[in-house]
C-alpha cells in the first residue's frame, strides 16, 4: 500500500493562525473591559455613600444645637448686661421712687441671672460678652439722653418690650431647647421676666 502525501495549503495555514490570532486579541480585550467596568461600578458605588453622606451632614448639622444655645446665651448675656446698665442709671437718675427701685430690681435680679449665665457657658465653653457691644450702647444712651420725667417714662416703656423680647425667647427656650440644663435656666427665670413686666406696665401707667 502507497502512503498517501498530505498536502498543506500555505494560505489555509496563514488564515487559521490569523483567526486563532484575532480571537485571542478580542477574548484579553473582553477581560480587560470587563474588569475596569466591574472597577467603574465599585468607584461609582463609593462617590455615591460619600456625597449621601455629606448630603446627611448638611441636613443633621453638625454642632448646630451646640451653634443654636452659644446664639441665644449671647443674646441673653447682651439683654442682661442692658437691663443691669439701665437700672444702675434709673437708681441714680430716675425721678419717680417707683422707678428708682425698678432699677433696683434690675441690678439685683439680672446680676444673679447673668452669674448663672455664665456658670452655664462656662461649662459649655462657650464666650460671653463682658460689656456690650455698640448696638446695644446706642439703646442705652436713647434711653440716657431724656431727663427727669421724661427719663422716666423712656426707661419704663423700654423695660416693657426688652422684656417681652426676653419673655418671647426664654418662653421659647423652656419649651423647645433639647439641652436640658439650658431648658430648665430658661424655665426658671422665665417668672421672674414676667413679674418685670408687669411693674414695669404697672409703673409705666402711674407715670403718664
Known amino acids: 500500500m502507497i502512503p498517501q502525501t498530505i498536502t498543506i495549503d500555505p494560505k489555509t495555514s496563514y488564515m487559521k493562525s490569523s483567526i486563532l490570532h484575532f480571537a485571542l486579541i478580542l477574548f484579553f480585550t473582553s477581560s480587560i473591559i470587563s474588569c475596569n467596568s466591574q472597577g467603574d461600578r465599585s468607584n461609582n458605588s463609593e462617590s455615591d455613600t460619600i456625597s449621601l453622606s455629606d448630603d446627611n451632614n448638611q441636613d443633621i448639622g453638625i454642632n448646630d444645637g451646640v451653634n443654636d444655645d452659644a446664639g441665644f446665651m449671647e443674646k441673653a448675656a447682651y439683654s442682661g448686661l442692658l437691663e443691669v446698665e439701665l437700672g444702675r442709671y434709673a437708681q441714680q437718675?430716675?425721678?419717680?421712687?417707683?422707678?428708682?427701685?425698678?432699677?433696683?430690681?434690675?441690678?439685683?435680679?439680672?446680676?444673679?441671672?447673668?452669674?448663672?449665665l455664665k456658670a452655664l457657658a462656662a461649662q459649655k465653653n462657650v464666650t460671653l460678652p463682658v460689656s456690650l457691644d455698640q448696638d446695644h450702647i446706642d439703646k442705652a444712651n436713647k434711653v440716657k439722653e431724656k431727663k427727669g420725667v421724661e427719663f422716666d417714662k423712656e426707661y419704663m416703656s423700654h423695660m416693657i418690650d426688652m422684656h417681652s423680647e426676653d419673655i418671647d425667647m426664654f418662653r421659647m427656650q423652656s419649651e423647645n431647647n433639647n439641652d436640658?440644663?439650658?431648658k430648665d435656666f430658661a424655665a426658671k427665670l422665665l417668672p421672674t421676666l414676667m413679674t418685670h413686666q408687669d411693674s414695669a406696665r404697672k409703673i409705666n401707667d402711674a407715670i403718664k
Open 93 to 116: 437718675n430716675g425721678v419717680n421712687p417707683r422707678v428708682k427701685n425698678f432699677g433696683a430690681m434690675m441690678v439685683r435680679d439680672h446680676t444673679k441671672a447673668n452669674d448663672q
Open 180 to 182: 436640658r440644663i439650658l
